[in-house]
């Protein structure tokens, strides 16, 4: 499967535990998004790397949550003291360009339960 | 930032009848506005988008109009199937360096046999 992949697909943890969580793009896409989505509702922005720059970050995204992207590949999302408020899908996406828009290919996402 | 808006949260149609799904965005730098299509359980997959240049575009059974004055866009999807059923997303693209995606609040299409 050439896609977008994500590990893992599910994670149940406990209020107060951190969690990372891995995505790797399209090998030669050098965008990647993390998205989050909650029940009903779109997909939201969390942040944005070209290559292995962290270049936005969404007011979303609480001091609690840190993202790399070592070498401009697999990129990791992390999320301390984790509260029942951080429930949700953890999509990312990838997408080529520079400069110009192109399409996002989304991963399957991780589903994180905090109990 | 960017808003966009999609109605009708549920929509219910017969096979083979045309289903159309709108939305409306805020800001008028947005120049790219992609639809998604997400079934249960699985990722969001791309089924059709359309950039600020262009009023419509077409892929088989499914259609895209793009209004830029009014800001509005919509999907089109003719003689629906069953396999249709899913819930459709908007989203919109603005002309800042990162050109995430804004999303609607999505569709759930059900297409009855």
């Known amino acids: 499967d050439t896609g977008v992949s994500q590990d893992p697909r599910h994670k149940i943890t406990k209020r107060g535990q951190n969690v990372t969580f891995r995505c790797d793009p399209i090998s030669e896409h050098n965008r990647l998004y993390w998205y989050r989505q909650t029940l009903g509702q779109g997909p939201e922005f969390l942040t944005y790397f070209q290559n292995e720059a962290q270049l936005e970050k969404s007011r979303l995204l609480s001091d609690r949550f840190s993202a790399e992207r070592p070498k401009g590949s697999f990129s990791t999302l992390e999320i301390q003291r984790t509260e029942q408020g951080d429930s949700a899908m953890y999509l990312c996406?990838?997408?080529?360009?520079?400069?110009?828009?192109?399409?996002?290919?989304f991963g399957p996402g991780t589903r994180l339960t905090v109990t | 930032g960017e808003n966009v808006e999609q109605h009708p949260s549920t929509l219910s149609v017969q096979e083979g009848d045309s289903a159309v799904i709108k939305c409306t965005y805020s800001?008028?730098?947005?120049?790219?506005f992609p639809w998604y299509k997400q079934e249960l359980g699985k990722r969001p997959q791309l089924i059709i988008d359309i950039r600020s240049n262009v009023g419509e575009k077409k892929d088989q059974r499914i259609a895209v109009t793009l209004n830029k004055t009014a800001k509005h866009f919509s999907l089109h999807i003719t003689e629906t199937q069953p396999e249709d059923s899913a819930v459709y997303f908007c989203a919109a693209s603005y002309s800042g360096s990162a050109r995430q995606l804004t999303f609607g609040s999505g569709t759930q299409l059900t297409v009855l046999p």
């Open positions: 996406a990838s997408s080529l360009g520079q400069g110009v828009l192109y399409e996002q290919y």
């Open positions: 800001d008028s730098a947005s120049n790219y």
